[in-house]
């Protein structure tokens, strides 16, 4: 891989930053979980709609394959991926929101169905 010091350099960041966290109850490695982060909604240059919004977001890294709606089962509570944020290929930030109850798994459904070889 062309940009695999970059993979490297992610993936050393959340081994340090991050937690050991589930997603949808199977180990996603390490979270990064950021409290009020600023996240600038405005549009463009435009100074009369710049608002500023803060939210808490997690950084997972993309071979885990992260996508909203699944849960995140973190040391510090149990959260929903609510909006994802950023993806560079290598991690996927995701706006989260902090969940009271137990969260259902979003699963899959490809072993409801009985296939056989050969028919």
Do not use: W
Request: proline share 5%.
């Amino acid at each position: 891989m062309a940009l695999g010091y970059i993979a490297r350099a992610l993936a050393k960041g959340l081994a340090k930053l991050g937690e050991p966290s589930l997603l949808d109850g199977l180990d996603c490695g390490n979270v990064n979980l950021q409290r009020d982060v600023d996240i600038f909604a405005g549009i463009g240059d435009t100074a009369n709609d710049n608002p500023v919004v803060r939210y808490d977001t997690a950084t997972i890294d993309c071979q885990f394959d992260p996508r909203v709606g699944q849960a995140l089962q973190h040391p510090d509570g149990t959260f929903r991926l609510d909006r994802l944020v950023q993806d560079n290929r290598y991690t996927r930030q995701f706006i989260v929101v902090r969940t009271t109850g137990p969260v259902p798994v979003v699963s899959d459904q490809a072993g409801v169905y009985d296939i056989e070889a050969g028919a």
